[in-house]
Structures are given as structure tokens and as C-alpha cells.
């Protein structure tokens, strides 16, 4: 009776009455809770693992099992069909590449009773099993991005809850992050946290208005530059890399020396209409020194323009230097109103930063990128058939989707955002093309979390379908399990 007492048990769900009662009363009403639903639930789903003590079986949360307070809390509270993956992968240095397609068999959903007080659901063998085992190259260690110093204007609000999503690309890697903020308050939480995350961070408070912090950016990181600083990064708060190793490879092929001024057309046409042709600024705007060096000479000049901050940028280099845009094709604005989940889920190489991703459109980046520690950044959203036999996918870290029919040209990006503003032919095609048409019956199952299990070397990421009228919410969890004798 001890164990069940103590550990995530006591603290269960609605227990706000129960609270005031003593421990000891606590454990006899769980105990009959257990007695009266907790074999019955069991009863649905075929025999326990461990049969000779299920109730202390049920403090082991290293058993296998389904969670039941992340299905209280991203699906339902009274019921939902929960289906289990467990993926497997070996890290290894004759990696070449990803499979098409996992070989998965047919997936299986079984009813999940929530409204009980249980905190988990012991699941039966015949449920926990790997149900595909793949290969992925050897884990690195992060890349050296000290030649990089990355510019943002926010709130000290914003930038706090940033920290997070910034630390995936800049934790370790000795990129300078150099975040200009209102004086609404003190920074030392945000110090302390980047600290914690091993973010290398300079906060400057200032009282400028949000677009004149933008463009002071400028003037500030070049005054921040040191002797090994190559490229003047301008970011939003919402600009993500996903992976730094592939930014720092793909920026080696511009020269810094010479005056550069690289990043990303919007991906829509009206856009593009109305701002013009220049880097937008939540895709990050890539500027080597020596053009930094050429704007910072004029910029009192380009300061007194007022105009949005990437606008701003664009104006003084047209109207003061030589240098034109260099288009990154990996770098992406995302002017995508509405679902931009045909972006995500396109299959298309690992886009090098995402943007909008938490104000148009809602995608969890943090929750995204913690597979990387089991299968490298490059399993980031890569899309895995299920089998050859249907039409399920994995995106990884974003989705699970069942097309309605097959699609013949897997280069097809589906566009499921809404309609352009622009009136001429191809609105997104010049930036997305090929486009394919929105699949209406499409099942789409989102992330919702992803945990990482450090000590047992694991990412369980939870999927969500919610589904109209009285259907039960369907979950997917993936396991993703490092081979404990994989090379590292
Ligand atoms: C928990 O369960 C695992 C797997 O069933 C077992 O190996 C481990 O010894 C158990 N731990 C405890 C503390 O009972
Ligand atoms: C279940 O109830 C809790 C507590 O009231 C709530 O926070 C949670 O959002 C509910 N879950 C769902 C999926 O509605
Ligand atoms: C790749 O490496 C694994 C072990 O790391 C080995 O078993 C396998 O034979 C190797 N394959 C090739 C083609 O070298
Ligand atoms: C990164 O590269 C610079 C310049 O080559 C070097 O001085 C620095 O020590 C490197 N940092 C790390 C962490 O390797």
C-alpha cells in the first residue's frame, strides 16, 4: 500500500476535495476507485503485463503504457481510440539515407476509458512492440556558429517565451543572440534562462518604437561584431532554424567578404506585390560584414525612412550600395494564411528556417524539433509512408495524415492555405510549385506534445484527431527508441 501512496498517484486529477482529506483516507478511496473501475477498464483491453502485482505495477512508469492525463489533456476527458508506434532507430556511420516507406502494419485503435482517476493503463504485450526499426546517421555535436550574430526585436515578454525555440539552433554552437527589448521590466529571469540553456545572449533595452529597434540592429550588431564574425543576422521572434548544422553548411557558399545580402522572397505574390522585391524578415535576413560596414555609414540617412523594419533594410541597400538580394530558397517567410500544413507535410528537404509558425498559423516548434536528439535533425518532418499498401504518412513532429487517394507526383505540395489576394495566374507557384489541390477528405492527426524520456533514451510524441459531433478523439503516440548499442 505504501507505493501507492506515494508517487504521481497522490496527485491525481480533480482531487481538489480530496485534498483536504489525510493521506491515509486518500489511499483507501484510491484503492476503491481502482477496485471498482480499474479492473474493469483492464478488462476492455486483455490481460495485464504483470500479472503478479498490477498495483504496483501501475507507479512503474518505465512499463508500457498509455498516459492517461496527456489524453485528459490534449483529448478528451471521458473517452478516446488510442493506436501505439514504437519506432526504433539505429544510429550508424554508414548511413545513406531515410526509407521511402516504415513496412508498418495496419494501425490499431482501441477505446481508452479516461473518466476514471487512473493515471495510466497498463498495456498488454501484444501492444508494445517495435513496429519498425530504422537507420539514422551517428549524432553530432552542434555545429560552430560563432561567426554568426543574430539581431531580434521584441518585448521582454515575447523574448522570454522564445528562449525555448531559439535554444534548438543557438544552444552550444557560440551564435551570438543579441535581443533589443523595451524597459517594461527586469531581464535577469531571461539571463538566467538562457544561461541554463546554454544560449550565448546579449539583451539591450532601449525605448525605440518596435520598427525603429528593427532597424537599430543594424548599427548595434555591428558594434557587437568580433574579429570572427562573417554574417549579421536579422531575425523575428518567430524565426526558426531547424537545423543550424544545415544553415551553417548552406551559408558557406556565399562569400563574406564580399558585400552579401541573402534571404527570402514572401511565398505569395501579394505580398510581394505590395512590399516589393527584398529579403522579409521573418525568414532572416542574412548580411555579410562588409555591407553591414557600407549601411552602418549611412544610417542615420536610412534610419529616418520610416517603414517596416525588413522594408527599412531593403531601401538602404538599393538606395546605397550595388548589392541586390541573393534568393536562399531554403529560407522561408511563410506568408501561408490559414492551414499551412501542406508546407509542412510536402516531404520537401528540411526547409532552413520557418516562420509564423505561433501568430498565422499555429505549429509547435519546441514540441517539433525534440526528435532530433533519437534520429538527427534531418528526421525533422521527413515524411514516411506507412506502407506501400495505403495512403498513411508520418510527418515527423508535425502530423499523421491518410491522404483519401494517392497522389502521383510526391513532389506536389498540397495547398491547403487560403487563396492569394493576388488577381494574376500562380499566385505561390514561382516560391511552393508544384501545387496540387487541397485534399478535402484528408485525416489529419496533429502533434500536440512531444516528452522526452532522457534517462530511458525515448521521445513519445502524442497525435490528435479531433473528430466531429459525438466521435471519440483518436490518438496516436509514436515512441521513438535509440538502440541502446547504436553508435554515438
Ligand atoms: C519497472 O518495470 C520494468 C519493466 O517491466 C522493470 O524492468 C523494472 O525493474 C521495474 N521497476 C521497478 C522499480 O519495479
Ligand atoms: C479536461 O479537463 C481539464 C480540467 O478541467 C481541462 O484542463 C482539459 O482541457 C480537459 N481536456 C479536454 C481535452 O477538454
Ligand atoms: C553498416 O554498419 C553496420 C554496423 O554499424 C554493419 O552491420 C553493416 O554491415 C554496415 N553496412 C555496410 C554496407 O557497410
Ligand atoms: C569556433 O571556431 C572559431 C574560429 O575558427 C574558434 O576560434 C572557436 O574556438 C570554435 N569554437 C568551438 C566551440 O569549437
Known amino acids: 500500500m505504501q507505493l501507492l501512496c506515494y508517487g504521481p498517484l497522490s496527485q491525481w486529477r480533480q482531487s481538489m476535495a480530496l485534498r483536504a482529506i489525510a493521506a491515509a483516507a486518500t489511499c483507501l478511496l484510491i484503492f476503491a476507485v481502482f477496485s471498482l473501475y480499474g479492473r474493469h477498464d483492464n478488462a476492455q483491453l486483455g490481460p495485464v503485463v504483470n500479472a503478479e502485482s498490477p498495483f504496483l505495477s501501475l507507479t512503474n512508469s518505465s512499463a508500457c ?9 490534449h483529448a478528451s476527458n471521458i473517452s478516446a ?25 495496419k494501425l490499431n485503435f482501441h477505446p481508452v476509458q479516461l473518466y476514471t482517476a487512473d493515471q495510466i493503463e497498463l498495456l498488454p504485450k501484444e501492444r508494445c512492440f517495435t513496429s519498425a526499426t530504422i537507420q539514422a546517421p551517428v549524432a553530432s555535436a552542434p555545429p560552430n556558429a560563432s ?13 522570454y517565451d522564445s528562449l525555448d525555440a531559439f535554444a534548438h539552433w543557438a544552444a552550444g554552437t557560440g551564435a551570438h543572440v543579441v535581443a533589443v527589448v523595451d524597459e517594461d521590466g527586469s531581464v535577469e529571469k531571461h539571463k ?40 549579421v543576422v536579422l531575425i523575428d521572434d518567430d524565426t526558426f532554424f531547424p537545423s543550424m548544422r544545415n544553415l551553417v553548411t548552406r551559408m558557406k557558399s556565399y562569400d563574406p567578404r564580399e558585400p552579401q545580402y541573402v534571404g527570402a522572397l514572401t511565398e505569395d505574390m501579394s ?5 516589393g522585391h527584398m529579403a522579409f524578415g521573418g525568414a532572416g535576413i542574412f548580411l555579410s560584414v562588409p555591407l553591414v560596414k557600407q549601411l552602418d555609414a549611412v544610417f542615420n540617412n536610412c534610419y529616418d525612412f520610416k517603414h517596416a523594419g525588413d522594408r527599412m533594410i531593403a531601401r538602404c541597400i538599393y538606395h546605397n550600395t550595388l548589392t541586390k538580394l541573393t534568393w536562399e530558397r531554403g529560407l522561408h517567410q511563410m506568408d501561408l494564411r490559414g492551414d499551412a ?70 513532389d506536389a505540395m498540397e495547398q491547403t492555405w487560403d487563396d492569394s489576394k493576388y488577381q494574376g495566374l500562380d499566385p505561390f507557384d514561382y516560391s511552393l510549385g508544384p501545387l496540387r489541390k487541397k485534399d478535402e477528405g484528408k485525416i489529419s492527426f496533429r502533434l ?41
Open 147 to 159: 561567426h554568426m550574430i543574430f539581431g531580434v526585436a521584441t518585448s521582454t515578454e515575447r523574448l
Open 81 to 105: 481510440e488510442y493506436a501505439r508506434l514504437e519506432i526504433v532507430v539505429a544510429r550508424t556511420s554508414n548511413f545513406t539515407q531515410f526509407s521511402e516507406t516504415l513496412d508498418l502494419p
Open 271 to 275: 505580398q510581394l506585390h505590395y512590399a
Open 192 to 231: 538566467k534562462r538562457a544561461k541554463e540553456l546554454d544560449i550565448r545572449l546579449t539583451i539591450v533595452q532601449n525605448s525605440d518604437e518596435l520598427l525603429d529597434r528593427y532597424f537599430s540592429l543594424v548599427r548595434i550588431l555591428y558594434e557587437k561584431r568580433d574579429e570572427l564574425t562573417q554574417w
Open 65 to 73: 503504457h498509455v498516459d492517461l492525463d496527456l489524453l485528459r489533456t
Open 341 to 410: 500544413s501542406g508546407f509542412y507535410e510536402s516531404g520537401r528537404s528540411l526547409p532552413l528556417s520557418i516562420h509564423h509558425w505561433k501568430s498565422w498559423f499555429h505549429a509547435d516548434m519546441v514540441g517539433l524539433s525534440k526528435v532530433a536528439s533519437i534520429c538527427g535533425e534531418d528526421c525533422l518532418l521527413r515524411r514516411w509512408r506507412f506502407s506501400k499498401q495505403d495512403n498513411w504518412y508520418l510527418v515527423n513532429g508535425f502530423s499523421v495524415v491518410e491522404y483519401s487517394a494517392p497522389f502521383p507526383n510526391p
Open 448 to 488: 500536440r506534445e512531444a516528452i522526452s524520456e532522457r534517462e530511458r533514451k525515448q521521445i513519445r510524441q502524442i497525435y490528435v484527431q479531433q473528430r466531429k459531433g459525438d466521435q471519440k478523439p483518436r490518438v496516436i503516440e509514436v515512441v521513438w527508441k535509440s538502440l541502446s548499442n547504436s553508435e554515438v
